[in-house]
C-alpha cells in the first residue's frame, strides 16, 4: 500500500507520507523496498496513521504501475512545516475564540455586563482574520461556534480614536 500526502502533515506524518509499505512486514519487491506498513505509520494507533485529525489514507500500490504523490515544494509561500505551524496558530484562535463565546453567553445568561469579553472576541476575530489574510489560510467558521450555546454572542470592536 502507499500513504496519501499532504501540505502541512503534523512531523511526525511527515516522514512517512506518499511512501509504498507491506502490509505483512519490510521487504524488497520488485526492486524497491518497503517498510513495515504498520510499524512505520502506527495505524491502528491514536497518533498514527488514520488516527485523531489525521488526514491521510492509504491505497493499493503496485510497483510500477502506481504513481506515488508528489508534494510541492512550498504552498502560498510556506514550505509544509511552517504552513502546519500557521495552521496550528489558527486552531489556537479558534479554541479562544469558542471559549470566549462560551464564556460570553454565559455571562449574559447570568445578567453580567460582558462587553469588555465581547472587546477581547472581536479583537481574537481580528487577528484570525490578519493572520489568514497574511498566510492566505481558509478561515473556518464553524470551528469558531460555540457548543450547546443557542445563538452564537456577536463581538465588538473598539471605537477608534482620533
Known amino acids: 500500500v502507499y500513504t496519501s500526502a499532504h501540505m502541512g502533515a503534523r512531523p511526525e506524518h511527515e516522514v512517512w507520507q506518499g511512501k509504498a509499505f507491506s502490509l505483512s512486514g519490510a521487504k524488497?519487491?520488485?526492486?524497491?523496498?518497503?517498510?513495515?506498513?504498520?510499524?512505520?505509520?502506527?495505524?491502528?494507533?491514536?497518533?498514527?496513521?488514520?488516527?485523531?485529525?489525521?488526514?491521510?489514507?492509504?491505497?493499493?500500490?503496485?510497483?510500477?504501475?502506481?504513481?506515488?504523490?508528489?508534494?510541492?515544494?512550498?504552498?502560498?509561500?510556506?514550505?509544509?512545516g511552517e504552513f502546519y505551524d500557521q495552521t496550528q496558530r489558527q486552531r489556537a484562535y479558534e479554541r479562544d475564540i469558542r471559549r470566549l463565546k462560551k464564556d460570553i453567553a454565559l455571562g449574559e445568561k447570568s445578567g453580567l455586563d460582558m462587553t469588555q469579553k465581547r472587546l477581547e472576541l472581536g479583537r481574537k476575530q481580528a487577528k484570525l482574520k490578519a493572520l489568514c489574510d497574511e498566510k492566505r489560510l481558509v478561515r473556518q467558521y464553524q470551528r469558531e461556534k460555540a457548543y450547546a450555546i443557542g445563538a452564537q454572542p456577536r463581538a465588538l470592536r473598539a471605537a477608534r480614536s482620533e
Open 28 to 80: 524488497v519487491k520488485d526492486g524497491v523496498y518497503c517498510p513495515d506498513f504498520y510499524q512505520a505509520t502506527g495505524y491502528g494507533t491514536v497518533t498514527g496513521l488514520l488516527g485523531v485529525n489525521c488526514r491521510h489514507s492509504f491505497s493499493p500500490y503496485i510497483a510500477g504501475i502506481s504513481q506515488l504523490p508528489e508534494l510541492p515544494e512550498k504552498i502560498h509561500g510556506m514550505d509544509s
